[in-house]
């Protein structure tokens, strides 16, 4: 079992930054892949950003709109994730969520919320304009 746990979530101006932090406990295997996703009111469930590890090989993507502005990043001693988050606007509001898969998912799916297993609760990202 793996567990995850989300922070850094709150209220920002647009414009502004923030760092979401996501702990994993449990069972870490060497080769996952990690990502964050997003939903906002009446929105369905979006894909963020994703790493994969596979051996000593990392592969970082984004989703196409949030290129240059969000960064995925990790550390693998705390078995942790992060998303910074800058330039903030407002349609960036939405409950933001870690996901962890236990395996290096191929292209294709690493964007995809079913392929994941594990999810934490989310934290709340409010940027008012």
């Known amino acids: 079992q793996v567990q995850l746990e989300e922070s850094g979530g709150g209220l920002v101006q647009a414009g502004g930054s923030l760092r979401l932090s996501c702990a994993a406990s449990?069972?870490?295997?060497?080769?996952?892949?990690m990502a964050w996703f997003r939903q906002a009111p009446g929105k369905e469930r979006e894909f963020v950003a994703a790493?994969?590890?596979?051996?000593?090989?990392?592969?970082?993507h984004y989703a196409d709109s949030l290129k240059g502005r969000f960064t995925i990043s990790r550390d693998n001693i705390k078995n942790a994730v992060y998303l910074q988050m800058n330039s903030l606007k407002p349609e960036d509001t939405a409950v933001y969520y870690c996901?962890?898969?236990?395996?290096?998912?191929?292209?294709?799916?690493?964007?995809?919320?079913?392929?994941?297993?594990?999810w934490g609760q989310g934290t709340q990202v409010t940027v008012s304009s």
């Open positions: 449990g069972r870490i295997y060497n080769t996952v892949t």
């Open positions: 790493f994969r590890r596979s051996a000593d090989v990392t592969y970082n």
């Open positions: 996901a962890y898969n236990p395996a290096y998912l191929t292209e294709g799916t690493y964007d995809r919320s079913d392929k994941y297993d594990y």
